[in-house]
């Protein structure tokens, strides 16, 4: 089975998911279907069925976080000397060199990517053309718009 980079961070989140559902989620739910049971007829019973559904896409999620653990890879860049190089983990600013604006991404796993927050997944087409450049450097990144010049103007390892 192929690791998954995972940041130390992103990890603690999944197992905080994990802990949840399986310590306050799934006995919430246990105790719905057996509230739902002393109703009587479980056939047209629709308490029992949203529970018994809810269920499975508990134990399902419980399931997918569990796998996705046990393949992580995690690497917590924090504990790594900064030479100034963009790796997986690390928190990159950028100046676009057109528009002479300035944007701060960190990349992480492909679950814990959210563009909203700037965080992008180590597969994105920006983190494909960052990785293993150097702060200073210049890189041309394919973007739907064209190629757009960016120049790394802070590498941190936060």
Do not use: W
């Amino acid at each position: 089975m192929q690791q998954i980079p995972m940041t130390a961070k992103g990890a603690q989140m999944l197992r905080e998911e994990l802990n949840h559902l399986k310590s306050v989620k799934r006995p919430q739910i246990i105790q719905a279907i057996a509230e739902a049971r002393e109703h009587g007829d479980l056939k047209e019973n629709a308490e029992y069925h949203a529970a018994r559904e809810q269920q499975g896409f508990c134990e399902g999620r419980i399931q997918d976080i569990e796998a996705k653990l046990s393949v992580a890879q995690i690497i917590d860049v924090t504990k790594m000397a900064n030479n100034g190089k963009v790796i997986f983990g690390a928190t990159v600013a950028l100046l676009n060199l057109d528009t002479e604006s300035e944007i701060t991404y960190r990349i992480v796993g492909d679950d814990e990517a959210d563009i909203k927050n700037n965080l992008i997944s180590v597969n994105s087409p920006i983190a494909r053309g960052l990785i293993g450049k150097s702060l200073d450097d210049v890189v041309q990144i394919q973007t739907p718009a064209g190629v757009v010049e960016y120049e790394i103007i802070e590498v941190e390892y936060l």
